[in-house]
């Protein structure tokens, strides 16, 4: 019997969506505050804190916001004001959590940093953005000490369990000041923090009342397409989000039916950094906004990690990066002979699935992988709601594998040429996103604009169409097929090359546990294809391999697609996102050929 055809309720679910914004809106309030101000909510598990060596460590919603009461207060104290940048330099743990509530609900204005950055790199975001005020860990204090001596403006330093003693106030001391409910400021002559006692009793105004406009989070973009510019994020950003949330988590554990309403059962990981737009606005807020425990991992990445992880704590919906699943497929071709899995959902995004993983996800994982596009200025825009090839009650469409998908409802998305205008099926252009819904009425998920940059905001819009520098085709049927960053497509003796397709070819390969391809500059072609490959376990590198993966690419895709060269590295620059930073490969070439050109012993 033929395979039924998966029903498609793209249109209906695009043309029946409306917005709904309210005036006022506060990401804190919707994450945490209101789930601990029910008696029925408040003992929800939040954060379950994993621990490789030993038992779990589960904090309730209660407890999220009773520690964010008290961290705000002591924030106020420390002169943390309205609008002030507050860093937050810590990986997945409950302390970061904290910090993200607590900020956002007195209305100042989180900015995340991550734990790989080094002193230069914290240094200038710091330095631009102007933070006052810095949360760390053991894990990210030597860097932040590094960087502190040339940002003038950040007053203090918290630091968080064996940080502590080296930074100017102590976490655990913060929170206990911070619960005494201290309210009036340190007067002239006092330390802040100081004062106790009756006359300090005074509640400090929290929670604010911020407008959905109203920044929120300060992200620093991951530099793939030149120096880091920081995104703001207005609090509203979050509900432009949740459409793609939940259709890229197949409901995200809800009944689309509506049998049991407001109910679902669903548990989330990522190891995606929450100080990330993927960890952040695609992992960790989303997942509190609807009152579910998310599972907090601070190691690092490893596939047996990876499924160990998901089997302890019951996961059901993930976020995973096409180079984590890459990783897992090779380690464990069959999983669930080893592994107890509940997965519901996947979504991926950063760079093309492919359909090698793909069809792993569907025939060893047990779901269909949602692949999802989006970027730090205007997130989850574009994506897939392949609920597993079961789509019933209005909801759901059909994945296509290395598809990006169709624009989520709410989001008018168009595939435009230089001049903005949209182009036909079929015909590549840059992605982008109008800033009002097929309605008419304004999308929520767009950014404020680029921190004390207006000409690079200016310079990011067409009109009403913001580009996101991303090239695409968009089919007759609305799905979008990436082709690269505008930075990343290539020709080569004059074909028009798109890395994604040939990477993703090689990886299909039992020798390639990753790739990227880059031109090659070629006085004749222009460029030439070239491969960088990581082996997989077990490979050795070879001229007969290198010879066997051309054969292999030739024999699948058009012939001057196949790389010309192929090079072997025992790792791919990535962004910390998990993006293939293409570009330092690319100029690796190009600084190559200009030694090749300049004659020995000459300038």
């Known amino acids: 019997m033929a395979k039924r055809a998966q029903q498609d309720f793209y249109s209906a679910m695009h043309r ?13 309030e919707v994450c945490a505050r209101r789930w601990a101000a029910s008696d029925e909510t408040s003992g929800r598990v939040a954060i379950i804190e994993h621990r490789a060596d030993g038992a779990p460590v589960r904090h309730t919603y209660a407890q999220l916001q009773q520690a964010a009461d008290a961290l705000s207060r002591a924030l106020l104290q420390l002169g943390v004001q309205r609008g002030d940048r507050v860093a937050i330099v810590l990986p997945q743990r409950f302390e970061t959590a904290v910090s993200y509530m607590a900020i956002l609900q007195i209305g100042a204005v989180a900015m995340p940093l991550s734990q790989l950055f080094g002193p230069d790199a914290l240094s200038y975001r710091l330095q631009d953005s102007g933070t006052v005020l810095a949360v760390v860990d053991a894990s990210t204090l030597e860097a932040m000490q590094a960087a502190r001596a040339g940002c003038p403006a950040l007053r203090h330093l918290v630091g968080v369990g064996e940080a502590a003693a080296k930074c100017d106030h102590g976490w655990d001391d913060l929170l206990a000041l911070g619960a005494l409910d201290v309210a009036s400021p340190a007067t002239a002559g006092e330390r802040p923090l100081e004062r106790r006692g009756p006359a300090a009793r005074k509640r400090w105004p929290i929670p604010v009342r911020t407008r959905a406009d109203d920044p929120a989070v300060l992200i620093y973009t991951s530099g793939t397409t030149g120096p880091p510019k920081g995104a703001l994020i207005p609090h509203r950003a979050l509900i432009g989000n949740l459409t793609g949330f939940v259709c890229s988590q197949n409901w995200f554990g809800f009944d689309p039916a509506g049998r049991r309403p407001g109910r679902s059962a669903a548990v989330f990981w990522s190891p995606a950094d929450w100080a990330w737009t993927g960890g952040l606005m695609d992992a960790l807020l989303p997942t509190l906004y609807f009152g579910r425990p998310i599972v907090a991992w601070s190691g690092r990445f490893s596939p047996e990690l990876a499924f160990t992880l998901m089997q302890q704590h019951g996961v059901t919906h993930s976020f995973l990066f096409p180079t984590a699943l890459k990783a897992m497929m090779k380690a464990y071709p069959t999983p669930r002979t080893q592994f107890r899995l509940r997965l519901q959902a996947i979504m991926s995004a950063g760079e093309a699935v492919g359909d090698a993983v793909f069809a792993y996800c569907q025939d060893q994982l047990g779901v269909t992988v949602n692949e999802m596009f989006g970027q730090t200025e205007i997130n989850y825009i574009v994506g897939n709601c392949a609920m597993n090839g079961r789509s019933a009650h209005g909801v759901g469409w059909p994945a296509r594998a290395g598809s990006m998908g169709r624009p989520y409802p709410g989001h008018r998305v168009e595939v435009i040429d230089d001049a903005g205008r949209v182009c036909p099926p079929g015909v ?43 090239i695409a085709v968009r089919d007759a049927e609305g799905y979008l097929w990436y082709q690269g960053r505008a930075d990343d497509v290539f020709k080569a003796a004059g074909y028009r090359i798109g890395p994604s397709e040939v990477e993703n070819c090689l990886v299909k390969h039992a020798a390639v546990a990753n790739a990227a391809v880059v031109p090659k500059p070629d006085v004749e072609r222009g460029a030439l294809v ?29 012939p001057y697609e196949y790389p010309k060269e192929i090079e072997f590295i025992a790792e791919l620059p990535m962004t910390t996102t998990g993006k293939v930073q293409r570009r330092v490969l690319r100029l690796q070439e190009e600084e190559r050929a200009r030694q090749r050109q300049t004659p020995a012993g000459g300038a």
């Open 16 to 28: 029946q969506f409306r917005w709904q914004v309210p005036r006022f809106f506060n990401m804190a």
């Open 530 to 558: 070239k491969a960088y490959v990581v082996l997989a376990p077990g490979f050795g590198a070879s001229q007969r391999l290198i010879d066997e993966l051309q054969r292999h690419v030739r024999g699948k895709l058009a």
């Open 428 to 470: 590549p252009g840059d992605v982008a996103v109008h800033r009002r819904d097929v309605h008419g009425k304004p999308d929520p998920i767009f950014f404020l604009g680029y921190w004390n940059n207006p000409r690079a905001t200016a310079g990011k819009f067409t009109g009403d169409w913001c580009r996101t520098g991303d």
